[in-house]
């Protein structure tokens, strides 16, 4: 029993081939995916897939590296998605200092948009994060609300007060494969300091690959199973248990009842 916090299955990558990805994540004993948008097209079919298949559920955004080509039409189309039964969450959305697509000022405003519409529908945020630590807790500390804002630290890959903070604010940590990767041993350890409570687990499909099978492209929900088992093995417990924490965390954070 696993849940793939994480996954765009409407990339190219994966959509022409999304019948034996789905076949593949149920044989690895996936019981939900939770497609992700980063633009208002790839949001509006992740709900459509949502819709036609019981194990998919959506989140619709605009990605900080794509919101200097959105546009208020592209935002109301967003907000239209948010309020369908589908649609479990809001994001992708955050910051990124790495990439240089757009400013940093432009990245707030949007960040901005989505938190507050995180609100609004009472649906977690899922939060990208890179090369931006600190901008991002001062602004989920800008717009908490009761000291909390709901969400997801998705593939997260920052330090552990990062984290704390994060904790704080009563977000979810949820990890990838580059939590598998050899050189990822700070990370390993960091993951055995999270709660037992607000841990996930991601492939974010098509991309970070789990080592063994690194080299490998596309990556697919199926191989969450990988991210897991690393996890199970570093906090000390068995794959079952961690499957089982981590599904239940994830129905948790994005309100979903069996």
Known sequence: MLFDTHAHLEDEQLFPMLGRVLENASSAGLVGITAI????????????????????????????????????????????LSKQSEV????????????????IEQQRIWFAKHIELSFETEKPLVIHMRECESDILAMLKEHQRNGKVIGIMHSFAGSWET??????????????????????????????????????????????????HRSQRPNQPAMVCHTASCLADVRGVDLELISAITTANAKRVFNLND
């Not at 687990?201 to 098509?206: F, G």
């Open 37 to 80: 948008g980063t633009t208002a097209a790839t949001s509006r079919k992740c709900a459509q897939l949502a819709r036609e298949y019981p194990q998919i559920h959506s989140a619709v955004g605009i990605h900080p590296n794509h919101c200097q080509d959105a546009t208020e039409l592209d935002w109301q189309e967003i907000l239209n």
């Open 163 to 212: 984290a704390r903070q994060c904790l704080d604010l009563g977000m979810y940590i949820s990890f990838a494969g580059m939590l598998t990767f050899k050189k990822s041993n700070e990370l390993r350890e960091l993951a055995t300091r999270i709660p037992e409570d607000r841990i996930l687990v991601e492939t974010d499909s098509p991309y970070l690959t789990p080592h063994p």
């Open 88 to 103: 479990v969450a809001i994001g992708e959305t955050g910051l990124d200092r790495y990439w240089d697509y757009c400013s």
